[in-house]
């Protein structure tokens, strides 16, 4: 079996891009439409990785990224940032928040499996 992916949007095209992006490419795929879905979603099962955008109402991506960081459970969960707000200050303050990588939108499919495949280690056949 593939490693599990949470892509966290609020936009469902956004979402359903990067699940087919992800999907084709062999990964199991869980969305959440928001911060506090996406943190209700870690309490049931930590994915091997997650897709976070910034820009959310009631609580950004930065606020998800640094409470998935004081979650002992989930502090090493591997998070990509993907989000249209692609200034240098916002991605300082994505990398401050604690995500492992930031990634402008629009994303090419090449560019997040690359990024993707750079943080999972390689499965065992």
Excluded at 3 to 24: H, N, T
């Amino acid at each position: 079996m593939g490693y599990s992916v949470l892509v966290v949007d609020d936009d469902p095209l956004k979402r359903q891009l990067l699940r087919l992006i992800l999907e084709r490419a062999g990964f199991g795929v869980n969305e959440a439409a928001d911060g506090a879905e996406a943190l209700l979603s870690l309490d049931d099962g930590v994915p091997d990785l997650m897709t976070l955008d910034v820009m959310m109402p009631q609580m950004d991506g930065f606020a998800v990224c640094e409470k998935v960081r004081q979650n002992p459970k989930t502090a090493e969960l591997p998070i990509i940032m993907v989000s249209a707000r692609a200034d240098r200050g916002s991605i300082r303050d994505g990398l401050a928040a604690g995500a492992n990588r930031y990634l402008p939108q629009p994303v090419m499919p090449d560019t997040l499996l690359k990024t993707v495949n750079e943080l999972l280690p390689p499965l065992e056949s």
